[in-house]
């Protein structure tokens, strides 16, 4: 027996609002412009601040549920 059953609970779907969609691409695009001011503009260090910036724009939007 799940959790949510046990708990008397139903089933239902996140709401994600859409300041935490919003939120989230724009701290991404910040991170990346910070990263890429700091690093440089060479193509590694642009792959760098891109990946930097999707995980801290994932993790705004996951982390604001």
Same mark, same amino acid.
């Given at each position: 027996? /799940? +959790?949510v059953a046990k708990s008397g +609970? $139903? !089933?239902t779907r996140l709401k994600r609002s859409r300041a935490s969609l919003v939120g989230g691409i !724009? $701290? *991404?695009i910040g991170v990346f412009i910070l990263v890429t001011l700091l690093a *440089? $503009? /060479?193509a590694? /260090? #642009?792959a760098l601040a891109l990946v930097? !910036? #999707?995980a801290v724009a994932a993790w705004v939007r996951l982390a604001d549920l």
């Open positions: 027996m /799940s +959790a +609970a $139903t !089933a !724009a $701290t *991404g *440089g $503009t /060479s590694p /260090s #642009l930097v !910036a #999707l």
